[in-house]
């Protein structure tokens, strides 16, 4: 394993820090400050975003034939280091430019590519992601929202939830069932759809930090033009997995959610309450996310080999999620009392913390994963993966 930055490496950090240093806002808006005022953060990641765009940064992964930078994961990688020590928290645009946007070029007809690529990196069009559902989380293929043909249009019905960003979103990309005689995984089709389109009803649902960070979405016989569809008709499941694939790249890692250093300084601001269970506690984050470091670098390390990464980022997810659970549970215990009516950093960050073991696959997710591909246990068994989606039974 190699921890240090290789020739080519160190000199894409090098322009990428010099770029933000110049060029990222000076007060920085984040979707988890105590004072969150969606409008103002909606205008600043805007235009931020069209600065990106003008410099070349809007879409570091994507080919550049497309606008990109027409870099490699490796460099995607230290771009997000490199926006979190710049505390630039998660974009606006992480679902069109890290999730939509790739799986339209992979996928997505010349005319689509036309329509949407362009938009989304200049910061014109914000997208959000219509997959999972009540009964559809973990096990995403069993999602029933359903899709039927109608001439050259498809008639939409169905619900969505934890739609991130849905309330502000101008387009979203849509999972649905459009042949409930296939296998779960066979008869779904995925289109790109406007959010304005009638029929369309986005409810945000408030979360305890105080944020509406997510929004149901229902949909009641919505009119999508065949135009719309990405890829054939009833096999979206495999446009769908290049979607959550990217995922994985374009959410950054614990750079942006977690600094060691804030917490290194908080325990300093504190140290008359830092008991001996306190000082404990924080040696083994600083042991945690040191160790993360080196697993970061084990990635790296892989990538520029040429190999593909197997279990590391569900390693990865899992570890940051506990660190910024346990950071944060720290930081509010030396706060004492007085913390507790507080609003802050650490306020918000231990309120958020619930999320992190969720989003983007859970805590049990991430462990199936480990279990089968690192220690080699038995595969879970899918006993119902070959039956039609409406035999299958309903709890
Ligand atoms: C911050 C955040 C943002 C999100 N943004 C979006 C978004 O923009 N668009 C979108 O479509 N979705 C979004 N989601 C939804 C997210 O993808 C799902 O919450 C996630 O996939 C889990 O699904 P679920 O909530 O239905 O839980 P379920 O899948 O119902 O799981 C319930 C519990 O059962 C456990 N479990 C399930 N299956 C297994 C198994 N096989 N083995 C062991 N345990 C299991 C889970 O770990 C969990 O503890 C977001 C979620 C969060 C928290």
């Not at 020739?7 to 969150?36: Q, V």
């Not at 890290?98 to 990196?121: D, F, N, V």
């Not at 462990?367 to 035999?391: H, Q, T």
Request: proline share 5%.
């Amino acid at each position: 394993m190699d921890l240090n930055d290789s020739p080519a490496e160190a000199a894409f950090r090098a322009e990428a820090r010099a770029f933000l240093a110049a060029h990222a806002p000076a007060h920085k808006l984040d979707i988890y400050d105590d004072d969150f005022d969606e409008d103002a953060l909606l205008a600043q990641s805007r235009a931020f975003q069209r600065v990106l765009n003008e410099h070349g940064w809007a879409a570091v992964l994507w080919p550049k034939q497309y606008g990109g930078r027409g870099c490699g994961p490796i460099e995607q990688i230290i771009w997000n280091q490199e926006l979190g020590r710049a505390g630039i928290g998660e974009s606006v645009f992480v679902v069109g430019i890290g999730m939509a946007g790739p799986t339209i070029i992979a996928h997505g007809s010349e005319a689509q590519k036309q329509r949407y690529l362009g938009p989304m990196l200049r910061g014109d069009e914000i997208w959000c992601q219509l997959f999972s559902e009540p009964g559809a989380g973990s096990d995403l293929a069993a999602l029933a929202t359903r899709a039927v043909r109608d001439g050259e249009d498809w008639i939409v019905s169905g619900q969505k939830v934890w739609c991130s960003g849905g309330h502000y979103s101008d387009f979203g990309i849509l999972l649905t069932r459009t042949d409930p005689a296939a296998p779960k995984h066979k008869g779904i089709t995925y289109f790109l759809v406007d959010m304005k389109t009638p029929g369309i009803e986005v409810r945000p649902l408030r979360q305890m930090n105080g944020g509406a960070h997510f929004s149901e979405v229902f949909l009641n016989e919505v009119r999508v033009p065949d135009s719309a569809r990405l890829g054939p008709e009833n096999h979206g499941w495999s446009a769908a997995m290049t979607t959550l694939l990217n995922e994985r790249m374009a959410i950054g890692g614990i750079d942006r959610m977690f600094s060691l250093e804030k917490l290194l300084e908080h325990a300093r601001a504190h140290r008359g309450e830092m008991d001996a269970a306190a000082r404990d506690e924080l040696a083994r984050v600083y042991v945690w996310s040191r160790a993360l470091e080196m697993l970061n670098a084990r990635v790296i390390t892989k990538l520029g080999r040429g190999m593909i990464p197997a279990a590391e980022s569900s390693v990865m997810k899992l570890a940051i999620a506990r660190i910024v659970s346990r950071s944060s549970e720290l930081a509010l215990r030396v706060q004492g009392p007085d913390g507790l009516g507080r609003k802050g950093y650490w306020q918000n960050q231990w309120l958020f913390a619930p999320a992190l073991h969720i989003a983007g696959g859970t805590d049990e997710i991430q462990k199936n994963i480990a279990a089968e591909r690192v220690l080699g246990l038995p595969r879970e068994a899918e006993p119902f993966r070959d039956l039609p989606f409406e035999k299958l039974p309903r709890g």
